[in-house]
């Protein structure tokens, strides 16, 4: 295997009955790239109780799942999100425009920070150095021994 489409989009994908279209109530979410990103958030993430932000977190469960093991998880979305958790808050808010009272301990960003500044979503106008803008925000906000998937 050559790249990591050939393993999404594999013959595994019959194999194993795996649907890329599974509707959560919030929105159709594809599995395509999901099946690689969230298992290497589990491989890569310090262990809990840390504080997380998880950045364009509308179409995900990560921020959820993560908040069931412990975390404290801030998800962040121009988009509204539709699961709740104890340990779990959303702010419907411009991730460019957020400032918070405390920095995070980890930083998660599955297929989101590629999004910004592009005419898509609420954005009105592009913004072709949105991308490296949401990147030193991330940066801004974490602890200085913080942690960015």
Do not use: W
């Not at 959820?64 to 998800?75: D, S």
Request: include cysteine; proline fraction near 4%; aromatic fraction near 14%.
């Amino acid at each position: 295997m050559n790249d990591i489409s050939e393993l999404v989009y594999s013959p595994l994908i019959e194999k194993y009955n795996i649907n890329f279209g599974v509707d959560h109530g919030l929105s159709k979410i594809y599995y395509g790239e999901r099946l690689i990103e969230i298992p290497f958030i589990f491989m890569h993430i310090e262990d809990p109780p840390k504080s997380v932000i998880d950045i364009g977190c509308s179409e995900s469960i990560l921020p959820i799942q993560l908040a069931m093991l412990g975390y404290n998880v801030t998800g962040i979305d121009i988009r509204d999100y539709g699961y709740v958790n104890k340990n779990f808050k959303f702010i419907k808010k411009d991730f460019l425009d957020f400032n918070p009272k405390t920095n995070f301990d980890i930083a998660t960003a599955i297929s989101s920070i590629e999004h910004f500044g592009l005419m898509a979503y609420k954005n009105r106008s592009l913004d072709f150095a949105a991308d490296k803008k949401s990147i030193n925000k991330v940066y801004s906000i974490l602890k200085n021994s913080g942690q960015f998937i």
